[in-house]
Antibody
Framework: QVQLQQWGAGLLKPSETLSLTCSVS????????WAWIRQSPGKGLEWIGD???????NYNPSLVGRVTMSVDTSQKKFSLKVTSVTAADTAVYYC????????????WGQGTMVTVSS | EIVLTQSPGTLSLSPGERATLSCRAS???????LAWYQQKPGQAPRLLIY???YRATGIPDRFSGSGSGTDFTLTVSRLEPEDFAVYYC?????????FGGGTKVEIK
């Protein structure tokens, strides 16, 4: 059974860097793309981007320049960093599995609430 | 980017009734690349439908999807108590993929 377990800091100050990691268990890591999606009351669900097992990335243009995704295939983990956060980055962040880049997601992590506040 | 508009915002129905949810795209969705998700409070979205009409693994056959181009529909033939939730559509035919604003199906 595929499971995604995510973790990271939940409270940040403006201008800090958001950092989240997602660990995958119970299935192949190399056959899929690995995505980050966030959900806020104001903007709803927003796709942040995704990364392949080999490190090929595809980011939402709205976040290009602030987002970096990385992957550790040996550990079956992938990570998200968002720099220079503001209150607008406050959201629940989800990691998820996709069959291809910019594709629907069939397995999701439990979500991490990230709050940006001074 | 493609904007998805879902209607109605809220649907008040009783268990056993039929639910019909709409998702309209601002431009044609390529190759019926549309998915539907169900989300309950405090949980991650759950994939129901992909490719506009294909049920994901383990999804009961009371859920069905249809449509093409700019108009898509999710139908729940007979609502079970566990079906009361928020439903989102998502297009993945054009990058960036985008989501609709959601339809809440509540108990009448």
């Amino acid at each position: 059974q595929v499971q995604l377990q995510q973790w990271g800091a939940g409270l940040l100050k403006p201008s800090e860097t958001l950092s989240l990691t997602c660990s995958v268990s119970g299935g192949s890591f190399t056959n899929y793309y690995w995505a980050w999606i966030r959900q806020s009351p104001g903007k709803g669900l927003e796709w942040i981007g995704d990364i392949s097992h080999s490190g090929i990335t595809n980011y939402n243009p709205s976040l290009v320049g602030r987002v970096t995704m990385s992957v550790d295939t040996s550990q079956k983990k992938f990570s998200l960093k968002v720099t220079s956060v503001t209150a607008a980055d406050t959201a629940v962040y989800y990691c998820a599995r996709s069959w291809s880049s910019s594709y629907y997601s069939d397995y999701w992590g439990q979500g991490t609430m990230v709050t940006v506040s001074s | 980017e493609i904007v998805l508009t879902q209607s109605p915002g809220t649907l008040s129905l009783s268990p056993g009734e039929r639910a019909t949810l709409s998702c309209r795209a601002s431009q044609s969705v390529r190759t019926t690349s549309l998915a539907w998700y169900q989300q309950k409070p405090g949980q991650a979205p759950r994939l129901l439908i992909y490719g506009a009409s294909y049920r994901a693994t383990g999804i009961p056959d009371r859920f069905s999807g249809s449509g093409s181009g700019t108009d898509f529909t999710l139908t729940v033939s007979r609502l079970e108590p566990e079906d009361f939730a928020v439903y989102y559509c998502q297009q993945y035919g054009s990058s960036p993929l985008t989501f609709g604003g959601g339809t809440k199906v509540e108990i009448k």
